[in-house]
């Protein structure tokens, strides 16, 4: 069975601080991707990572894949406030050709002006 | 523009009641999933389907029923055997085998018992 663990679950940083969150999974899987949600609202993708080394950049955000270690990393770069909201990170598995996203629990990061 | 709408955005249930929860998309996806989503919890699978007239449970299944009769509805009812049916409801679709794709979610369904 597939697992996912986000860590840490929860974060609170000051402005212009840098910090990663971290999201491991249990079985083997070539996709996976984050995703922020603002409180009370839907969910919105911020990168599909691929494959094994993959990374992917956008604003202050730098998301990275490690296959082997079964890790994928979502980095914060001198952060703002803007980028206060909840970061869940998706692994795909595709046991017997169904095609599913196994969630993280959610990292709720709190950023402080 | 493209998108998937969610209808209705809050949804209150009466003891014994089944209600219905709409999703339609116009982004020519073949797959629709539906997720619960509890306070500061992650996404939950509900049920899938990706193709009409063909859906499959995912987790939580218990208590649910869904249709897919159009490509673009998959509509969700809650019936009253699920006890505990508090929750944020997000409806996604996405082309079937993801690739590159990631799923494109509603703007949810707040459901509470009345």
């Known amino acids: 069975e597939l697992k996912v663990e986000q860590n840490p679950l929860f974060l609170s940083m000051q402005e212009g601080k840098n910090y990663t969150i971290y999201c491991n999974y249990s079985t083997t899987s070539d996709r996976l991707y984050w995703y922020r949600q603002d409180p009370g609202k839907s969910l919105e993708s911020l990168f599909v990572l691929l494959s094994n080394g993959a990374v992917k950049q956008e604003g202050r955000l730098m998301a990275s894949l490690d296959t082997k270690a079964r890790l994928s990393t979502l980095h914060i770069t001198a952060a703002v406030h803007d980028l206060s909201a909840t970061y869940f990170c998706a692994v795909a598995t595709s046991m017997d050709s169904n095609y599913q996203l196994i969630w993280g629990a959610g990292t709720k990061l709190i950023i402080k002006p | 523009d493209g998108g998937i709408t969610q209808s209705p955005k809050y949804l209150f249930r009466k003891e014994g009641q089944n209600v219905t929860l709409s999703c339609e998309q116009n982004l020519n996806h073949d797959a629709m999933y539906w997720y619960r989503q509890d306070p500061g919890q992650g996404l939950r699978l509900i049920y899938y389907?990706?193709?009409?007239?063909d859906f499959q449970k995912g987790d939580i299944a218990e208590g649910y029923s869904v249709s897919r009769e159009k490509k673009e509805s998959f509509p969700l009812t809650v019936t009253s055997a699920q006890k505990n049916p508090t929750a944020f409801y997000l409806c996604?679709?996405?082309?079937w085998g993801g690739g590159n794709q990631p799923q494109h979610f509603g703007d949810g369904t707040r459901l509470s018992i009345l």
């Open positions: 389907s990706q193709i009409v007239n």
């Open positions: 996604a679709s996405t082309f």
